[in-house]
């Protein structure tokens, strides 16, 4: 029991310590955090430096919060610690060095709370100075020695480099500060070394090491070169060349002895080396012998320089003349221009030509004639004396070939009036002198020296028969020129006097006819012929012909084909031409104009006829009219009436009836040759009695009580019964008047003017 009260009081305790973190949640912010940097922020090599971080953090409980700094170079951590404590933290840097620059901050955090404090630079200067140490001071010729560079107290990343007095020997990288080596230790040496810290993007040098002298002992071997005669060597002397060891090689390190000339090797071997030739100049110079022993990389070199004098120079071959044509005659010369006079004769050099099948003849030591070959040809000489061949450089023969006979052309075309191109052509050697001449004269002169380019000449002509008044001549060598014939070719006239002909000639064409437009011109065929309407831009039509005209047809001519019309014409010399424009005007067809006449001629006939039947129906209204107007009276009325009237009467037929204005009363009775005309018609239409009117005009001077009195003229109508048909007396007027009424002005018959019978001269007086 005692040790569970024991257990609990100690876990209750220590719950309730002052120095545990609490992990209950908490109200706290971190207002801010710095970084500086003591003594500064610029500090030399060696220095003492101290990072310092303050936070500043508000709580408002009073508790301790747990804090968890890092340190962070180059935005990498390089160090993290925790801390639960209010007081500044630490981070130092004792005795900094070069790799301590950098960029650093301060970072903290609270229970998942961050801030980082502003970057600081941190720079240090100064290298340590590196130590080198050798492990042989005294060495032999060929051995190896190990040195070993040290950069004390630094760090980073390294690269050393090794020198032998200023000579640099060795380079190498190491991420530490020291590194180790083997060097040859061929020859007297004074070593020291340097290194290299890198801190990117700079680079670092430090200053030069202790310089450590090595002493080599020299091995006692040496080459000897030898070479016979030793006075003044001429090309064709013997030369005898040695090459041999001098001291004792160790049997242990193996060795080679090299004769060498120039880049030539001559010999190779063991230890005595010889070689024999004939001197020549080009083997002036310098011979070696050498001595490489491959155990400590050891070589020995002894060297002299020989200097032959020529013999006799190289030769040369020239031809004379600088030209040659083919099969002309040529001469070749081949010649050594220095010799050593002092030990060799001019005639003991002799020549000769290769090929040996050469068509070139001998003509004196070292001339050769001959004709030239029809094709090109190399050839080379050999100059001889004392067993020295040389031989001159190649040349190469290029015979020429003379001109042919020009031929003389045009380039396209020649048009009358314009500039054309006249080409002259020739085969033969170039450079060819071509003249382009009219009339024999001279006009222009070109020389042509390459291939590709062609003798081109401008030539106008204003006449076609100026076209053969050229020529031209061609010419490669002194010989006569060659004279081409004479410029034969079509020439074109350009198009002019343009015009339009419209067939038929007619101020007016009717519709429905076939209608040609022909385009003519003067000049040189084909022609490209085109017809427009005018505000049109599209030809109708396009043609080209062999001709100087042609035709374009309208088939059907209709109104819209009304208009005006132009032709335009171009040939080779590419000048168009243009006509004046013509006007044509298509009009109405005849048989259309006949068809509206008869139309017309119809509408006036039916207008005749309506009016006409106007006419007699107005006239029937008259007629039926006066009839309504009769009135029967009784005998005595009539005689009454008949004996008022005066005995001027006139009878008239229905249908010849008329109203006169003059004074006139009367009864008639027809006359005979109207009673005849009318048994006739009644004969022939109807049965019916025919109906007379007679129209008695009189003064009246009736009763007044009877008929009322009229002022002027009474007119009087009487129904007349003809007698039946076949009657003969046509006197016997009894019983076929019915009734008469007599009217006096009135008005609807005064405007009416009837025509008046011809028959006035047959009154009757009526019983």
């Known amino acids: 029991m005692g040790l569970l009260l024991l257990l609990i009081s100690t876990l209750l305790s220590s719950y309730f310590h002052p120095g545990r973190v609490v992990n209950a949640h908490r109200s706290f912010t971190i207002i801010n955090i710095t970084l500086s940097i003591e003594p500064s922020s610029n500090v030399s090599r060696g220095t003492n430096v101290t990072l310092r971080c303050r936070a500043i953090v508000s709580s408002k409980e009073q508790v301790t919060l747990s804090r968890e700094y890092s340190i962070l170079k180059d935005s990498s951590p390089v160090h993290t610690e925790t801390s639960s404590t209010s007081e500044d933290f630490l981070y130092p840097l004792p005795d900094a060095r070069l790799s301590h620059t950098g960029k650093y901050k301060c970072a903290i955090n609270i229970e998942g709370k961050q801030t980082v404090s502003e970057v600081k630079k941190l720079t240090v200067t100064g290298l340590s100075k590196p130590v080198l140490h050798l492990d042989k001071l005294e060495v032999s010729e060929g051995e190896e020695l190990t040195a070993r560079c040290t950069a004390p107290g630094e760090s980073g990343s390294f690269v050393f480099y090794f020198y032998d007095g200023s000579k640099e020997i060795l380079e190498k990288k190491s991420d530490f500060n020291q590194v180790e080596v083997n060097i040859s230790s061929n020859g007297i040496h004074k070593i020291h070394c340097v290194y290299f810290v890198l801190l990117i993007p700079d680079l ?166 001959g004709k030239a070959l029809p094709h090109d040809f190399n050839y080379t000489c050999a100059t001889r004396a004392r067993g020295i061949v040389k031989h001159s450089k190649t040349l190469t023969v290029r015979p020429k070939v003379s001109v042919s006979k020009p031929k003389i052309s ?170 004046e424009p013509v006007r044509i005007k298509v009009c109405m067809a005849l048989w259309k104009k006949a068809l509206i006449g008869g139309f017309c001629l119809l509408a006036i006939a039916v207008l005749a006829v309506v009016c006409v039947l106007c006419f007699r129906s107005k006239r029937g209204k008259r007629e039926g009219a006066a009839e309504l107007s009769v009135k029967p009276s009784s005998a005595k009325s009539d005689l009454e009436f ?55 005009v009189h003064p009246l001077s009736v009763d007044p009580a009877r008929v009322p009195l009229r002022k002027g003229t009474d007119t009087v109508y009487s129904e007349l019964q003809n007698s039946p048909h076949g009657a003969a007396d046509h006197h016997d007027y009894q019983g076929s008047v019915e009734y008469a009424e007599l009217n006096g002005d009135q008005p609807e018959i005064n405007h009416y003017h009837p025509e008046r019978n011809s028959y006035q001269d047959l009154p009757v007086p009526v019983d």
């Open 642 to 696: 008949e004996g008022n009237l005066t005995h001027d009467t006139k009878v008239y037929n229905t249908a010849t009836v008329k109203v006169d204005r003059t004074t006139v009363s009367v009864w008639t009775k027809k006359p005979p040759e109207a009673d005849a005309a009318n048994d006739e018609e009644s004969s022939v239409v109807s049965d019916t009695p025919d109906v007379e009117y007679t129209e008695v």
């Open 204 to 369: 670092f040098r430090s200053e030069e090491s202790n310089v450590v002298n090595v002493s080599v002992t020299e091995l006692p071997i040496t080459t000897v070169l030898k070479i016979s005669p030793q006075q003044k060597i001429y090309e064709g002397d013997q030369l005898s060349i040695s090459c041999t060891i001098s001291g004792f090689v160790p049997l242990s390190r193996n060795f080679s002895l090299y004769l060498i000339q120039g880049h030539r090797l001559l010999n190779t071997g063991g230890t005595e080396l010889k070689h024999s030739m004939i001197a020549q100049a080009k083997d002036s110079g310098e011979f070696e012998c050498k001595l490489e022993i491959e155990i400590g990389n050891i070589v020995k070199i002894t060297t002299e320089t020989v200097t032959v004098t020529e013999l006799f120079s190289v030769p040369t071959l020239t031809m004379s003349p600088a030209e040659v044509f083919q099969m002309e005659n040529m001469t070749l010369t081949c010649k050594s221009e220095r010799y050593a006079y002092e030990i060799l004769r001019k005639e003991e050099l002799t020549y000769t030509l290769d090929p040996p099948q050469s068509t070139l003849a001998p003509k004196g030591n070292g001339v050769f004639s």
């Open 410 to 579: 045009v380039v396209d075309r020649a048009v009358l009036g314009q500039a054309f191109k006249i080409l002259c052509q020739s085969d033969g050697s170039l450079p060819i002198k071509y003249t382009l001449m009219k009339d024999k004269i001279p006009i222009d002169t070109i020389t042509i020296e390459s291939s590709n380019k062609p003798a081109l000449f401008t030539g106008t002509i204003y006449k076609p028969e100026e076209i053969n008044k050229y020529t031209c001549e061609a010419k490669n060598s002194n010989k006569n020129p060659l004279y081409s014939e004479r410029l034969n070719t079509a020439v074109i006239e350009p198009l002019a006097n343009p015009v339009l002909t419209v067939i038929p000639e007619l101020k007016e064409i009717p519709e429905g006819n076939h209608l040609h437009l022909i385009c003519g011109v003067q000049g040189t065929p084909p022609i490209t012929f085109k017809w427009y309407r005018e505000g049109n831009e599209h030809p109708l039509y396009t043609t080209t012909t062999m001709t100087n005209n042609t035709y374009y047809e309208f088939h059907s001519l209709s109104k819209d084909h009304s208009g005006g019309y132009y032709c335009e014409a171009v040939n080779h010399a590419n000048k168009v031409v243009r006509s």
